[in-house]
T-cell receptor, first 114, second 112 residues
Framework: NAGVMQNPRHLVRRRGQEARLRCSPM?????VYWYRQLPEEGLKFMVY????????ESGMPKERFSAEFPKEGPSILRIQQVVRGDSAAYFC????????????FGPGTRLLVL | GESVGLHLPTLSVQEGDNSIINCAYS??????FIWYKQESGKGPQFIID?????DKRQGQRVTVLLNKTVKHLSLQIAATQPGDSAVYFC???????????FGSGTRLLVRP
C-alpha cells in the first residue's frame, strides 16, 4: 500500500528554466493538495485539485505557476522561468475525502534554483 | 526548557520525560486540528487530530488538548524517545474546509 509519491526528490534548475514536479496520490485518493515550505517555516497552501479540475488555486502565484491533475497520470506542478525565490520544498498531499480531512503527505521535492 | 531559537522555537527534553508542545491557532471558526511530525528531509507525518467538539483526544503515547476559549492547542508526548526528535507542526482547517493552515513549528530535541 504505497503512500503519496513525489518525484524528483531533488531538482536543480538555473534561473529561467522550467521545473516540473510530479505527485502520485495514494491509491483511491482523488483529492490532491500542493504546499510550499521555506526553510524553518510551516507549509503554505498553494492549490487544491480533483481529477481534471482545479478547485482552489488561491495560494498559487498568479504568474509562472500552474498545476494539473489529469484523468490519467500524476498531478503536475509546473513552474516556468524559475527565479531564486522559488527555491523551496514542495509537498503534495492526498486525501480520500472532499472535506480535506486526513491529508497524507509525500516526501516532497526540494527545488534549488541557481 | 523552552527557548526561542534563531528561527524555530526549540524544546529540549530528557529521554523518558514527558513533552508538551504548544500551538496558538488563528481562526476561531476552525473546526478541525491536526498535529504533524516532520523529520529532516521528509514530509509531514500525521500524528493525531481533534475536532472542535472535543477537548481532549488520546493516541498511543500522545494526547492532544484543545482550548477553544483561548484558541490554544497542545501535544503531549509521554515517555519521550530519541525517535521523537523532529519538528512538530499544528495545522488548522479553516472555514474553507479543506485548506490546512500550518503553524510555525516547534523543534523537539530529545537528550539521551
Amino acid at each position: 500500500n504505497a503512500g503519496v509519491m513525489q518525484n524528483p526528490r531533488h531538482l536543480v534548475r538555473r534561473r529561467g528554466q522550467e521545473a516540473r514536479l510530479r505527485c502520485s496520490p495514494m491509491k483511491g485518493h482523488s483529492h490532491v493538495y500542493w504546499y510550499r515550505q521555506l526553510p524553518e517555516e510551516g507549509l503554505k497552501f498553494m492549490v487544491y485539485l480533483q481529477k481534471e479540475n482545479i478547485i482552489d488555486e488561491s495560494g498559487m502565484p498568479k504568474e509562472r505557476f500552474s498545476a494539473e491533475f489529469p484523468k490519467e497520470g500524476p498531478s503536475i506542478l509546473r513552474i516556468q522561468q524559475v527565479v531564486r525565490g522559488d527555491s523551496a520544498a514542495y509537498f503534495c498531499a492526498s486525501s480520500p475525502r472532499e472535506d480535506g480531512e486526513t491529508q497524507y503527505f509525500g516526501p516532497g521535492t526540494r527545488l534549488l534554483v541557481l | 526548557g523552552e527557548s526561542v531559537g534563531l528561527h524555530l522555537p526549540t524544546l529540549s527534553v530528557q529521554e523518558g520525560d514527558n513533552s508538551i508542545i504548544n500551538c496558538a491557532y488563528s481562526n476561531s471558526a476552525s473546526d478541525y486540528f491536526i498535529w504533524y511530525k516532520q523529520e529532516s528531509g521528509k514530509g509531514p507525518q500525521f500524528i493525531i487530530d481533534i475536532r472542535s467538539n472535543m477537548d481532549k483526544r488520546q493516541g498511543q503515547r500522545v494526547t492532544v488538548l484543545l482550548n477553544k476559549t483561548v484558541k490554544h492547542l497542545s501535544l503531549q508526548i509521554a515517555a519521550t524517545q530519541p525517535g521523537d526528535s523532529a519538528v512538530y507542526f499544528c495545522a488548522e482547517q479553516g472555514d474553507s474546509s479543506y485548506k490546512l493552515i500550518f503553524g510555525s513549528g516547534t523543534r523537539l530535541l530529545v537528550r539521551p
